[in-house]
């Protein structure tokens, strides 16, 4: 080995070793300053002799790049979930259920249920080779590139490790830093995170690994899943776990009956809150290995385990002020700003009061004190008002009548919750609402625009509708000229809006945001209609007539292409060759010869449904409309079928065919 390898191979050690003593154990022996010009020095050697870069080294926790996508990946070991109990009794009966089939007698560990997501790291020889998300179980994301960033997980193991792995844990977002992120949001006018369990799993399937590196996540480890791992109970597996250099949480206790358990539980109960991290439970598992084994799984969850629910912690505290926000749709939502209060380790300001109903329910005024909850994943809310603290001259709650942002009457349908800001081309929130749902991840996946981006946009001028996104790339001066926006972020921003045009049409559809065509019903539609333009003269009956389409949808659908200004919006975007046909129907070149053919389908019939029909019918090139006109070329005519129809085909000279007909026609 060369002096400099030598070199850079102990700086390298040295700089894992202390970024265990300090992200591990949270007690370095060197100053961060020294730490720092170790690391700098390293960086420099490798910048002089790329070829000796190790993809190990502390240098490449952040290998830069972007995932588009995070592939799915097969897990090799099943990440079951846990049953979950609420009380001792059932605790009695997990018990019991063990005792069945285990005579000798029982040891468990107690750990805390840290509240994050889950994640399994794969080792190989002693090295981090992947990292998923636990998705479904048997599949999950592969979200390695975003994992390694984070400094508590150890890219190379200590001392005998066993030559293939997987480790479980859960990566969490402190409790401290959530506070100090929100913080932040809120002075910047931004909307808080909502949870840092959410901020955790949000963080992990961000795209861009600088941006997660940035990001305070850790990784708390607890159980080793592979084959001869020379282990024999769960307790061994955490202190081995924490000896290859893993952050294993010090809370755990084994105990030889329920009893200790119980004592864990209500122990943990009050003084959880004091942790750096959210939990939200305590996990009981069998100590023993050999009887795990014995004990094996259900369906779901291991019998060897049960997790016991905390319950969710009540405060009560002060209503300032009752806000509104509006939301892309134009939904507005009721927001009670709460005197701050320290609820479940989280400080709360904001809570969602949902809509005008509940707030009636429960009769909450300004000036109130009110009961606060919080559960496991939701946003904190009001569960009551404490009426005998309620002032003498309070106020009942008049429901906003005219949108805050934009001052249009507020409008609330009959049969629906929530009320609603109709003025969706002009509303600031929903303008920039519409953009952000436009270029989002499922629907044109645009690359290099974010939210900050688009509200400078918005504010300068230069993008006020989806459609204008795409005459950026004529103005690449007046981009350069805003704050932040470097020479690099306009290319990849330009960039990514053309390649947008690649997008399908099923996404295409999603993409623009009609209320209540979420990912699936948009999947639906696009497949049933085929285009844009069918769908846009679909009527209420054909809409109804697909799977899964009901009223609500179909009055949505019809409601939006009425609008003048979305039709000009699709314009807009047809000339700037947005996908508005499916490519299946560009394909099926081959059979056209109803191609141009206008039909009308009408009426019950033997062979087909109707909706068959329109699809055979498309699928060889004609098209269908609902109703007769003099450009109808055949009416497709079933039983039960309206005398006016009829009538009016003779009088326009339109062919009618039966079902037999139409069939002998596509053979
Ligand atoms: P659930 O999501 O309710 O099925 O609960 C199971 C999840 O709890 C697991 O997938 C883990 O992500 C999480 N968990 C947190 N702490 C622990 C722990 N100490 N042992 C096992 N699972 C845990
Ligand atoms: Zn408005």
Aim: charged share 30%; glycine share 6%; aromatic share 8%.
């Amino acid at each position: 080995m060369s002096e400099i390898e030598s070199k850079i191979k102990h700086l390298s050690v040295e700089l894992h070793r202390h970024n265990y003593n300090y992200y591990v154990l949270d007690s370095p022996i060197i100053s961060d300053f020294d730490f720092d010009m170790m690391l700098k020095e390293l960086t420099m050697l490798e910048k002089q002799y790329p070829e000796l870069i190790d993809s190990n080294s502390p240098t490449q926790r952040v290998g830069g790049g972007l995932t588009k996508k995070f592939d799915t990946v097969k897990h090799r070991n099943r990440m079951y979930s846990l049953d979950n109990s609420y009380s001792f009794e059932e605790l009695e009966d997990f018990e019991n259920r063990i005792n069945k089939v285990i005579e000798e007698k029982v040891e468990y560990v107690c750990e805390l249920k840290y509240d994050g997501a889950s994640i399994s790291l794969t080792y190989e020889g002693g090295e981090l080779v992947q990292a998923l998300t636990r998705g479904d179980g048997f599949q999950g994301d592969d979200v390695t590139r975003n994992i390694r960033t984070i400094k508590s997980i150890p890219l190379l193991l200590n001392g005998d490790y066993p030559e293939s792995f997987d480790i479980r844990g859960e990566i969490v977002f402190p409790n401290a830093e959530f506070e100090k992120l929100n913080q932040k949001r809120l002075i910047n006018g931004e909307d808080p995170y909502a949870n840092p369990r959410n901020l955790a799993s949000g963080t992990l399937k961000m795209q861009d690994s600088v941006e997660v590196a940035k990001r305070p996540l850790e990784c708390l480890l607890y159980f080793l899943v592979g084959e001869k791992l020379g282990i024999s109970t769960q307790f061994d597996a955490l202190n081995k776990a924490r000896y290859m250099g893993f952050k294993v949480p010090e809370i755990s206790e084994k105990f030889n009956s329920l009893q200790g358990v119980r004592s864990f539980i209500e122990k943990w109960d009050t003084k959880r809150h004091e942790l750096e991290y959210e939990t939200d439970g305590v996990v009981i598992k069998v100590n023993s290995l050999a009887q795990q084994e014995e004990l094996g799984y259900t369906a779901k969850s291991p019998r060897w385990a049960i997790a016991y629910k905390f319950k969710a912690e009540q405060k009560t505290t002060l209503l300032k002020e009752i806000t509104y926000q509006v939301g892309r749709t134009g939904a507005v939502t009721p927001v009670a700003n709460l005197e701050p209060v320290h609820l479940a380790g989280t400080v709360v300001r904001r809570a969602s009061l949902h809509n005008a109903d509940q707030i009636e329910k429960l009769d909450v005024r300004v000036g109130d004190t009110v009961f606060v909850e919080k559960g496991g994943e939701i946003i904190p809310k009001i569960i009551g008002v404490d009426f005998d603290s309620r002032p003498a001259d309070s106020i009942k709650t008049v429901y906003l009548k005219e949108c805050p942002e934009c001052g249009s009457t507020l409008e609330r349908k009959e049969g629906e919750a929530q009320h609603y800001c109709h003025n969706s081309n002009s509303c600031p929130p929903q303008i920039k609402g519409k953009i952000e749902h436009f270029i989002s991840r499922k629907a044109m996946d645009i690359d290099g625009l974010g939210a900050e981006t688009i509200d400078l946009l918005y504010k300068a001028g230069l993008v006020s509708n989806i459609g204008e996104l795409y005459d950026l790339s004529s103005k690449k001066s007046d981009l350069l000229s805003l704050e932040r926006m470097a020479e690099k972020s306009v290319n990849n921003m330009l960039e990514g809006i053309e390649n947008s045009k690649n997008i399908e049409f099923e996404k295409v559809l999603f993409a623009l945001g009609i209320r209540y065509v979420g990912e699936t019903v948009a999947k639906k539609l696009a497949r049933s209609f085929k285009s844009i333009d069918s769908l846009i003269i679909a009527s209420f009956d054909e809409l109804v007539s697909v799977d899964e389409i009901g009223e609500r949808i179909a009055e949505s659908v019809i409601n939006f292409f009425l609008e003048e200004d979305n039709i000009k919006l699709i314009d807009k975007l047809k000339d700037n060759n947005i996908k508005f046909v499916s490519e299946e129907t560009e394909i099926s070149t081959d059979n056209l010869h109803l191609e141009g053919k206008v039909f009308v389908v009408s009426g019950v019939f033997d062979v087909y449904s109707r909706n068959e029909l329109k699809k055979e019918i498309e699928k060889f090139g004609g098209k269908v409309t609902s109703s007769i006109s003099k450009k109808t070329d055949f009416l497709v005519a079933g039983e039960k079928m309206g005398p006016s129809k009829l009538e009016k085909a003779n009088k326009l000279g339109v062919k009618i065919v039966s079902e037999n007909d139409f069939v002998k026609m596509i053979d």
